[in-house]
Each structure stands twice: as structure tokens, then as C-alpha cells.
């Protein structure tokens, strides 16, 4: 696998793989051409043994490699990530640990994480292949679950890890600690705990700030808090945050809202950044306030009168 960085920008991709959204015909259609195409470029690909089980039931993929996350991370030189958002978190969390580059084809809806329209692949990928991608490193958090004073779980997320009541409708009570220091009780539904990737997601419906990627910082965005005086703050990305579990009926701890482990009181869920990052590459003439004016549709103007 080629190393993507600054020190290296004659990065030409010589081994892609290929990551699709399961379950749907058009993400199997574009899968194919793309592959076709980067074949026809004299590109070795690989395609994800999850996707190809699922999609290769709509279109014929046995031409191809198939081959799991284990092997992407060790053979290739970037991934292209075909699906919505939900789709590239897998990949990322999957994927970090091995340094493999993302490329996202948009498509689902809001897209935040997935640059490329579907109708664009193609003539996108010339760009790609000519190294006229622009990186850009995203950090990620890693999480831990104790209990009793035992490890139960671990885990990464490119978005956010959420603690919340789970379906019982009735509040979740814990203590928030940063760097060792008691922060406060908080009663809710829960707390967002989020990177600047995830501050347009769960954070931003729940009201908290938009953070640009670039940043390094964690926001913590309570869900419906009993006091009002709790509002979202940001922390230092360096800051080891800990969750201590005072009473909940259903407590449940999610990571990047793909991965779900029920919790019970007395457990402590301990957050801090993760050694690893994931890095994206963006087509040229990316802009994240532009991505944002169209996602959130800022230019509009105000209907009627």
C-alpha cells in the first residue's frame, strides 16, 4: 500500500477497493461500471466482501477480487465508498487503523462525508487517478467501557459516541469528568459526545455548533436536559472525558449510531481522541462551507411576503 501524505505527492493508486451500501440496484449498477472503469485504466480492484455478497446478486462481480476490511487495509491504496454517510462511517471506523485513504460517491441524501454525485463518478475519477485529490485528515474518538473496573468494550467513531436512557422513557442520570475533574450532573435524555465530523449530525439537530473538520476540538451536546443551564461546550481534543452512569432504567452507549451496547448504573464510559485518523480525499474545487451552503441550503431565500 502507497503511503498518501505531503512527503509523497507523485501518490498514483495502482490497488482500489470498493465499498458499496448493500440492498440496492443502483449502488450495484454504479459499482460495476467503476470497476470496469479503473480496470480499463489498468487499476487492480477489490471489492468488499460484505458489498459483493449482497450486490453481486444484482450484477456480476465474480471478476473481481473479493476480500474483507483485514485485507483492504493491507493492500490498498485508497478505498472508494459508494453509499451515504452511514456507509462511509463503517468504512472509516473499519478502516482507520490501516491509514487507507476514502473516496465518498454520494449516493444517498445529505451526503456531508460523500463528496462525489453519482453522475459525476466517472469523470472524477480521471482526477483521482491523476493525483488531483486533495487529502484532509479527520480525527476520531476512541471509547472504552468499564465496568466493575473491567474493560467490557472498546471501540472507535468518526462522528460521535451517545449515552443515552435507551427506550424506557424515563432520564438518564451520570456524572461528566474531563481530565479527572468533576464537570457536573447532568439529567436527560442523554449526552452527544462529538468530533467536528459529527457536529453536522446527531450534534446539530440537538443544537449543537458546527464545527469545521480542520478543528481538533470535542464537542459535548446534552439531549433535552432537566436544567436549562446545560448547554453544549467544546473541550480540548487532548481532554480524556469520562461518563460515570448514575441511575438509568435502559442505559445504552452508541457508536457513530451503527453500534449499540446496552450499559447498566455504575458504568463509566471514558473518551479521549484516538491515536488513529482517517483521511479523506476531496475532488478539486472542494469547498466545506460550500458543501455546507448547498446541504443546509443557506443561499435560499425566505419564502412569501
Known amino acids: 500500500m502507497q503511503e498518501f501524505g505531503p512527503m509523497n505527492r507523485s501518490f498514483a493508486p495502482r490497488t482500489i477497493a470498493l465499498v458499496g451500501k448493500y440492498h440496492s440496484l443502483e449502488i450495484a449498477e454504479s459499482l460495476r461500471r467503476l470497476a470496469e472503469y479503473l480496470y480499463e485504466r489498468g487499476v487492480s480492484v477489490f471489492i468488499e466482501r460484505e458489498t459483493a455478497e449482497h450486490i453481486g446478486k444484482k450484477v456480476d462481480l465474480s471478476r473481481w477480487v473479493t476480500c474483507g476490511f483485514n485485507d483492504i487495509g493491507a493492500h490498498a491504496d485508497l478505498a472508494i465508498v459508494l453509499g451515504g454517510d452511514g456507509t462511509m462511517l463503517n468504512a472509516a471506523r473499519r478502516l482507520a487503523r490501516y491509514c487507507v485513504p476514502l473516496v465518498g460517491v454520494n449516493q444517498g441524501r445529505l451526503g456531508f462525508m ?106 459535548l451536546v446534552p439531549l433535552c436536559p432537566h436544567a436549562l ?65 448547498q446541504k443546509l441550503h443557506w443561499s435560499e431565500r425566505p419564502r412569501g411576503g
Open 114 to 219: 460523500t463528496d462525489i454525485a453519482r453522475e459525476d463518478m466517472l469523470s472524477c475519477m480521471e482526477d483521482l487517478l491523476d493525483d488531483r485529490f486533495v487529502p484532509e485528515k479527520r480525527m476520531l474518538l476512541a471509547a472504552e467501557v468499564i465496568r466493575n473496573g473491567r474493560e467490557i468494550a472498546s471501540n472507535m467513531a468518526l462522528n460521535d459516541v451517545v449515552v443515552d436512557k435507551g427506550a424506557i422513557g424515563r432520564m438518564i442520570e451520570f456524572e461528566l469528568f474531563i481530565d479527572g475533574e468533576f464537570i457536573y450532573n447532568l439529567r436527560s435524555d442523554g449526552l452527544i459526545v462529538s468530533t467536528p465530523t459529527g457536529s453536522t449530525a446527531y450534534a446539530l439537530s440537538a443544537g449543537g455548533p458546527i464545527l469545521n473538520p480542520t478543528l481538533t476540538g470535542i464537542a
Open 229 to 293: 443551564s446545560n448547554r453544549p461546550i467544546i473541550v480540548n481534543d487532548r481532554a480524556d472525558i469520562e461518563l460515570r452512569v448514575a441511575y438509568a432504567d435502559d442505559p445504552r452507549v452508541h457508536f457513530d449510531g451503527q453500534v449499540t451496547l446496552d450499559l447498566e448504573s455504575g458504568d463509566c464510559v471514558r473518551l479521549r481522541r484516538s491515536e488513529h485518523t482517517i483521511c479523506f480525499l476531496h475532488p478539486p474545487g472542494y469547498s466545506y462551507f460550500a458543501m455546507l451552503r
